[in-house]
C-alpha cells in the first residue's frame, strides 16, 4: 500500500486537505514502519549478499556471496522483497521531503506529530546504513532532515547527534562509495549549521572520533568559517575525517562508535532464527492499510 496509495496520496493530494487526510495517515504509518523495516532488516541472512548489496548467483543457478555458505531460495525472497519494502518507504520518504506548499509537508507533520517525525527519521538514518541500494535513497530524506532542523529543537539535537554520526560511519559503506559528495556535503551542512553554537552535539560528536584532539578540531572549525566556498567547505570536511583514520580512515569508520551512546543506530544486526509472520501480525497489517485507506478517501 505504500507506493499504489500512501505516495500517490503525499503526492497529489489538495493542500488545503493535508491536515485531514496525509497527516494521519503518516502518523499511523511511521511508528509502523519504523518497527517494521528494523525487524525486517534484522532478519535477512547476511550471507544472501555480495558485497555490492545484492543477491550473488554461482555459476550453477545457485546463490552464493563470494565464497560464503549458499543461501536457500527462503532467503533470497526474504532478501528481495526487504529491499523492495526499504526501496518504496525511501521513495514515500522522499515525497514527504519533497512535497512543498506554505509550509512544507514535513514541517507540518513534525510540528503536528513530534514524535511520527522522529520515527521518520529514525527509520531513515538506520535506512542510510543499509549494504544496498536504498541507503542513498534514505539519506535524500535525512538531507531534508537537516534543512528543517533550525525549526526544531529536538531534531536540532538530533541531526547534530545521531544523523551526524550516522552520516560519518555511512562513509564505510561500499554502496556509498559513489556518493561521498553528496555524504560529505551533508555532514559540511550540519556542522556549519551548529559551529556557532558551542552548546550543539557537533561539538559533543566530533572530538570523540579517534585521532581528533582539541587543536586539530579548532583548526577545523576555523577552516570551515574562514570559506563561504560549499566544494572548499566540503574538501575540508574529507580533509579532516581523513586525518582523524589515516590511511583507509572511510573503512575504518566502519568500527567507529562514539562512546556514551552518542546515538542509538545501530547496524544490521545478527539474524535471528525465523519465525513465520502470524494471524495475528498478518491481520495487524491488514487493519494498519484499512486505517490509512480510511484517512486518505473518507470525504470531507
Known amino acids: 500500500?505504500?507506493?499504489?496509495?500512501?505516495?500517490?496520496?503525499?503526492?497529489?493530494?489538495?493542500?488545503?486537505?493535508?491536515?485531514?487526510?496525509?497527516?494521519?495517515?503518516?502518523?499511523?504509518?511511521?511508528?509502523?514502519?519504523?518497527?517494521?523495516?528494523?525487524?525486517?532488516?534484522?532478519?535477512?541472512?547476511?550471507?544472501?549478499?555480495?558485497?555490492?548489496?545484492?543477491p550473488q548467483v554461482s555459476a550453477h543457478g545457485q546463490f552464493s556471496a563470494h565464497g560464503a555458505p549458499q543461501v536457500n531460495d527462503e532467503d533470497v525472497i526474504n532478501d528481495r522483497?526487504?529491499?523492495?519494502?526499504?526501496?518504496?518507504?525511501?521513495d514515500l520518504l522522499k515525497a514527504v521531503?519533497?512535497?512543498?506548499?506554505?509550509?512544507?509537508?514535513?514541517?507540518?507533520?513534525?510540528?503536528?506529530?513530534?514524535?511520527?517525525?522522529?520515527?521518520?527519521?529514525?527509520?531513515?538514518?538506520?535506512?542510510?546504513?543499509?549494504p544496498d541500494e536504498s541507503a542513498y535513497r534514505f539519506a535524500f530524506f535525512c538531507k531534508a532532515l537537516v534543512q528543517l532542523a533550525p525549526s526544531d529543537a529536538a531534531l536540532y539535537q538530533f541531526v547534530g547527534s545521531e544523523l551526524l554520526y550516522t552520516a560519518i560511519s555511512s562513509l564505510s559503506l561500499e554502496v556509498m562509495a559513489c556518493r561521498h559528495s553528496e555524504v560529505l556535503a551533508m555532514i559540511r551542512d550540519i556542522v556549519m549549521q551548529q559551529v556557532d553554537?558551542?552548546?550543539?552535539?557537533?561539538?559533543?560528536?566530533?572530538?570523540?572520533l579517534p585521532g581528533v584532539g582539541p587543536e586539530n578540531l579548532a583548526a577545523f572549525f576555523t577552516a570551515m568559517k574562514s570559506t563561504r566556498s560549499d566544494k572548499e567547505q566540503r574538501n575540508q570536511v574529507k580533509l579532516f575525517l581523513l586525518s582523524s583514520g589515516g590511511t583507509g580512515a572511510?573503512?575504518?569508520?566502519?568500527?567507529?562508535?562514539?562512546?556514551?551512546?552518542?546515538?542509538?543506530?545501530?547496524?544490521?544486526?545478527?539474524?535471528?532464527?525465523?519465525?513465520?509472520?502470524?494471524?495475528?501480525?498478518?491481520?495487524?497489517?491488514?487493519?494498519?492499510s484499512g486505517e490509512i485507506t480510511r484517512h486518505l478517501l473518507s470525504s470531507t
Not at 99 to 125: C, E, I, M, W, Y
Not at 197 to 208: E, G, N, R, T
Open 250 to 288: 572511510f573503512t575504518a569508520l566502519e568500527k567507529w562508535k562514539p562512546p556514551g551512546g552518542a546515538s542509538t543506530v545501530q547496524g544490521v544486526k545478527k539474524r535471528p532464527a525465523r519465525v513465520p509472520k502470524s494471524q495475528a501480525e498478518a491481520e495487524a497489517d491488514d487493519h494498519l
Open 97 to 130: 521531503a519533497d512535497r512543498q506548499s506554505q509550509v512544507p509537508l514535513l514541517q507540518n507533520f513534525f510540528v503536528a506529530d513530534p514524535q511520527g517525525g522522529l520515527a521518520l527519521a529514525h527509520a531513515a538514518l538506520e535506512g542510510m546504513l543499509r
Open 197 to 208: 553554537d558551542p552548546q550543539s552535539q557537533v561539538h559533543k560528536v566530533l572530538p570523540m
Open 1 to 54: 500500500f505504500v507506493r499504489p496509495l500512501t505516495i500517490p496520496a503525499v503526492r497529489d493530494c489538495p493542500a488545503e486537505h493535508m491536515a485531514a487526510w496525509v497527516l494521519p495517515s503518516l502518523s499511523i504509518l511511521a511508528p509502523h514502519m519504523k518497527v517494521r523495516l528494523a525487524t525486517a532488516w534484522q532478519s535477512l541472512n547476511p550471507a544472501a549478499l555480495g558485497q555490492d548489496g545484492f
Open 81 to 90: 522483497l526487504v529491499r523492495e519494502l526499504s526501496g518504496e518507504y525511501a
